[in-house]
């Protein structure tokens, strides 16, 4: 039986850089450029302007920012609209197939950070952020905990809710809804140091508003895996 081939080479036929039939190498070929998937990370929380992509990396230049949008449009991972007004700016946003690259992305980032290599002070966006918060989450330990919990910088305010042992995340809140607990701090850095380095908020610049017991509860429901030692290490 004859496998069937897609008839549109415009959208670069599988083989292009590895001459490989593996589905793995034909991923890389889609989304291993640098950069495509830190775009596709940052429009994983909703539709986003090329101005804030551009902001959030601001080590990608304009020139290549344009190629990659044009070449995951072409592939289907991502689509142009135009917001009604009184918006009526154009976004970008991830189509179905594009949104289920973050279960490749939550694999990837928890086998990565078991690298000794990995180096948890550099930057993060607010988006990287939130999406750790469901990568690193223990669904047991979450199982019966129902809160929401606001994370408030100078920049924004973002939202994350835990209800039947999963975790709904999002850029900019709801602040009508109240909430069971604030973090507040000037940067996303601090407050990854409370969640992953299980420091103490006031250690690391971060204000916590609501019971002290529940936010120690929120805290120990994320854990990052046990690092694999370098060869040579004990």
Sequence with gaps: MELGKETNLSQTPHGRWYED???AAFAMELVGERWSLL????????????SDIRAELPGLSAKVLTERLAR??????LVRRKLPPPAAVQVLELTDWGRELE??????????????LHDASLPMTATSFLLSLRTMIDPEKARG?????LFCTPQETMSAEVANGELAVARHADTGLIPDLVFEAQSVEPFLAVIYGKQEPGDCGVTVTGDVALSQRFVDLFALPEKSPLPGGC
Excluded: N, T, Y
């Excluded at 992305?105 to 990565?112: P, Y």
């Excluded at 905990?145 to 919990?149: D, G, K, N, Q, T």
């Design 21 to 23: 039939a593996c589905a």
């Design 103 to 116: 279960f490749v992305m939550q694999a990837l980032g928890r086998w990565a950070v078991r690298s000794p």
């Design 72 to 77: 995951l449009e072409e592939l289907g991972v």
């Design 145 to 149: 905990l129902h809160l929401r919990v």
């Design 39 to 50: 775009i596709v990370r940052e429009l994983m929380l909703g539709p986003r302007r090329f």
